[in-house]
Nanobody, 123 residues
Framework: QVQLVESGGGLVQAGGSLRLSCAAS????????MGWFRQSLGKGREFVAA????????YYADSVKGRFTISRDNAKNTVYLQMNSLKPEDTAVYYC????????????????WGQGTQVTVSS
């Protein structure tokens, strides 16, 4: 069982930055692919970014490529999402997810989810 707790969300002006963190319980954190998804009002859960267990491979949605960076610290059981040049359309609840044997963009393949953290970008 893995428990995930996100933090770092908030209100920021367009063009600003935020860093989300996701702390995981458990001793096998490095074996999990970690993903970030987001969901805004009236929309489905959208893939944002993912990173494999070793940290060697990262993946990004086209909408955030070049602005967001995913990273992980396996010693701290934590994954991060650095978000720069934020836009109003980035406003959403951001979820951290963990899974094994996942296709990174497919949300149902992740076994564990956090409770989400709200990110609001004002224009």
């Amino acid at each position: 069982q893995v428990q995930l707790v996100e933090s770092g969300g908030g209100l920021v002006q367009a063009g600003g930055s935020l860093r989300l963190s996701c702390a995981a319980s458990g001793r096998t954190f490095s074996s999990y692919t970690m993903g970030w998804f987001r969901q805004s009002l009236g929309k489905g859960r959208e893939f944002v970014a993912a990173i494999r267990g070793s940290g060697g491979s990262t993946y990004y949605a086209d909408s955030v490529k070049g602005r967001f960076t995913i990273s992980r610290d396996n010693a701290k059981n934590t994954v991060y999402l650095q978000m720069n040049s934020l836009k109003p359309e980035d406003t959403a609840v951001y979820y951290c997810a963990a899974g094994t044997m996942v296709v990174v963009t497919i949300a149902p393949m992740y076994q564990y989810w956090g409770q989400g953290t709200q990110v609001t970008v004002s224009s």
